[in-house]
């Protein structure tokens, strides 16, 4: 799906035009193959280019080729089965470009007029683009750094499977996150260096970098506390399975005691005291005795 909107610095909301104009911004939506061709010719871009921009595993990167330049980076989508996709923005000579699988949530917002979006100022757009996408980042960020705190002041016995799967779920997605952080910002850094921008834009995407290293702290501070929590959980259950096998130890042995007794004087063969008739009794006390005696022990060893 290609859509072409425009905003002037007279106009005061952005609007949908029906056909491509000098000036404006191209929102292409997973896009067909038709339409990448389409794209390909009208506006002389690299094909494999567009194709690794609905890469989801793209690592963001940038490339500039002639009076092209192509930003691939990754943002929050939201979406169940690939919160992070790939997102890639075009800066053409006549006008910018931003492709991807999915539609983030911020570019909703721009086509309603929530935010400024002047799309003739090609650099304004790709600040105000990048410093979107580091807000998504950031929101989703804090919102599994809170859930992790909340789930770390609740005791293991009121953990519930659900919600150590939804940790787990969370680790994933943090590794996901502490990954884009690092290359995100190597790019940005390489941005700045290869692009002028004015002293104003040029502060802006500093302090993007800043904002993408507190986040980066932040998610290793989470994983390391998921990390501390697993291994609780895992010393846990590893003592109550000791316990358990202990305890089963226990009366394994208490049991087969007498029965190895009852197995004796089962035979078919002349065993001492056979004929006495307190046989039984004497046998009974020396199970008896012997059992206090194994459990006097195991008190000693504290094994019990």
Known sequence: M?????????????KEIPNFQIGCWINVVDPTKQEIEYL????????????????????????????????????VFNIPEHILGTYLIIIGKNCIITLSRHQPAFVERIINGEIKFITTQKLKCLIKLLSLINEGFEQTTISIVKEVQRRKRLSIEELKDEELTSLLEQEDILNDFVSSYYYI?????????????????????????????QGFNLCKSSLKTISNIRSYYDILLSNRL???????????????????????????????????????YY????????????????KKRKVI
């Open 242 to 280: 000791n316990n358990i096998i202990t305890i089963l130890t226990i009366f394994t042995i208490l049991v087969s005691f007498p029965a190895a007794i009852s197995g004796i004087y089962g035979m078919n063969i002349p065993l001492p005291l056979q004929h006495h008739p307190f046989a039984f």
């Open 2 to 14: 290609i859509k072409y909107f425009k905003r002037t610095l007279q106009s005061k909301n952005i």
């Open 185 to 213: 910002n190597l790019l940005y850094e390489r941005i700045i260096r290869k692009i002028k921008f004015f002293e104003q834009d040029k502060e802006i995407l500093e302090d993007l970098i800043v904002e993408g290293t």
């Open 283 to 298: 046998i009974l006390l020396l199970i008896g005795f012997t059992w206090i005696a194994f459990v006097l022990y195991l």
């Open 40 to 75: 390909v010719k009208k506006f002389k871009l690299d094909k494999r280019n567009l194709e690794s921009g609905l890469d989801p595993n793209e690592i963001p990167r940038l490339d500039i080729t002639d009076s092209t330049i192509y930003i691939f980076i990754n943002a």
